[in-house]
C-alpha cells in the first residue's frame, strides 16, 4: 500500500497536474487566438474593458443572474470557493506542489480548510439535488455531468476524513490512496471537461464580446444566405 501511496502522490501527482496546465493553457491559447482572429475581421475592433470585467463579476456572483434559483446561485457560489481555494491554500497540499513543482505560497489555518471544504461539500450535493430535482435541469444535463459532480465529490469528502481520522469509519490508508487517486484523475480530467470554465470565465466573457464585433459586411452576408437580399430581418 506504501508504494501506490508514493506512486500516487508522486509521478501521478506530477503526471495529472502537467496534463492539466498544459490544457489550460492551450485552451487560454485558443481563446486569444480566436479573439485576434475576430477582431481582425470586425468593424469595431474596440473592447469594452468594463463591460467584460461587469460580466465576469456577474457569473462569479450570478444571484441577480439566476432570478429566483437562489438557493442555486448560492451553491454554485459557495462549491466554486471552497472547490478553488481549499485545494490550492491547504497546508498539506502546497508541501506536496512545492516537492513537485518548487513553488510554494502561504497555507490556510486548518479551520479555515475545513470550512472551505465543507463549502465545497455542501454546495456540491446542492447542485447535485437540483439537477435531479429540477426537470429544467435534467433536460439540460447529461450522464457525463453527474460522472463529474461525483468525481469532484470523492477527493473533497476523503480529504476531510484523512485530515480527521476521529470522524472517519474506514481504514485511514485506503482513504488517503482513494483521495490521491480521485484527485489525480480530476486534475487530469479537469481540460477535458465542463469543469474548465472553473477558470476559463474571464476568457469566455472576452470571447463572447469579441464575437459580437462581425465583420463590416456581416448583415449583407447573413441576408444572401438566408435568400432575403434586401428586406430587412
Known amino acids: 500500500m506504501d508504494a501506490w501511496l508514493d506512486f500516487a502522490r508522486g509521478p501521478a501527482f506530477r503526471f495529472a497536474l502537467a496534463v492539466m496546465v498544459l490544457g489550460l493553457l492551450r485552451h487560454f491559447a485558443l481563446a486569444l487566438l480566436s479573439v485576434r482572429a475576430i477582431l481582425r475581421r470586425a468593424g469595431d475592433k474596440t473592447l469594452p474593458v468594463t463591460q467584460i470585467r461587469k460580466a465576469t463579476l456577474s457569473w462569479l456572483f450570478p444571484v ?7 438557493l442555486f446561485a448560492a451553491a454554485s457560489v459557495l462549491f466554486h470557493l471552497g472547490a478553488i481555494v481549499a485545494p490550492l491554500l491547504l497546508a498539506a497540499h502546497v508541501t506536496l506542489i512545492e516537492a513537485s513543482t518548487g513553488l510554494a505560497w502561504p497555507a490556510l489555518n486548518p479551520l479555515a480548510a475545513d470550512i472551505l471544504t465543507l463549502l465545497a461539500i455542501g454546495g456540491l450535493l446542492v447542485l447535485f439535488v437540483v439537477r435531479i430535482a429540477k426537470r429544467a435541469a435534467r433536460d439540460l444535463s447529461q450522464r457525463s455531468d453527474y460522472g463529474v459532480l461525483l468525481l469532484v465529490l470523492v477527493p473533497f469528502v476523503t480529504g476531510f476524513l484523512a485530515a480527521h481520522p476521529g470522524l ?3 481504514p485511514f490508508t485506503a482513504v488517503l490512496l482513494l ?3 480521485s484527485a489525480d484523475l480530476l486534475l487530469f480530467m479537469f481540460p477535458f471537461t465542463k469543469l474548465v470554465h472553473v477558470v476559463l470565465l474571464p476568457a469566455t466573457q472576452l470571447v463572447s464580446e469579441a464575437a459580437w464585433r462581425f465583420d ?16 430587412r430581418i
Not at 463590416?216 to 428586406?231: M, R
Request: net charge positive.
Open 168 to 170: 472517519n469509519p474506514f
Open 179 to 181: 483521495h490521491f487517486l
Open 216 to 231: 463590416p459586411d456581416a448583415g449583407e452576408k447573413v441576408a444572401k444566405a438566408l435568400g432575403k437580399e434586401n428586406q
Open 64 to 70: 441577480k443572474k439566476l432570478g429566483h434559483h437562489t
